[in-house]
Nanobody
Framework: QVQLVESGGGLVQAGGSLRLSCAASGNIFSINAMGWYRQAPGKQRESVAAVTSSGSTSYADSVKGRFTISRDNAKNTVYLQMNSLKPEDTAVYYC????????????????WGQGTQVTVSS
């Protein structure tokens, strides 16, 4: 079984920084892409940032220049460095692992973390 465990959320003032981490564990052979999504109250879940196994990154327009995603393939861990935080960044942040292949597995599937709350006060 594969599990994603997130950490690093919390309460911060506007302009501050937080760093989220997400570690994937289990009998993992490979992971295609890892990323972060967020969902604010009353809103749909949206993609924030993603990074492929080769290191290619993508960001939502709303976080470009403020957030940086990185990945440690050896540890199956993805990070999200969030700087210059704004109140509108307040949401539950979810880690996603896309295209996970377990050892001796014959197909890929996606996994989600349990979510971590990020609250930015004005």
């Amino acid at each position: 079984q594969v599990q994603l465990v997130e950490s690093g959320g919390g309460l911060v003032q506007a302009g501050g920084s937080l760093r989220l981490s997400c570690a994937a564990s289990g009998n993992i052979f490979s992971i295609n892409a890892m990323g972060w999504y967020r969902q604010a109250p009353g809103k749909q879940r949206e993609s924030v940032a993603a990074v492929t196994s080769s290191g290619s990154t993508s960001y939502a327009d709303s976080v470009k220049g403020r957030f940086t995603i990185s990945r440690d393939n050896a540890k199956n861990t993805v990070y999200l460095q969030m700087n210059s935080l704004k109140p509108e960044d307040t949401a539950v942040y979810y880690c996603n692992a896309d295209g996970v292949r377990i050892v001796h597995g014959s197909y890929d599937r996606d996994y989600w973390g349990q979510g971590t709350q990020v609250t930015v006060s004005s």
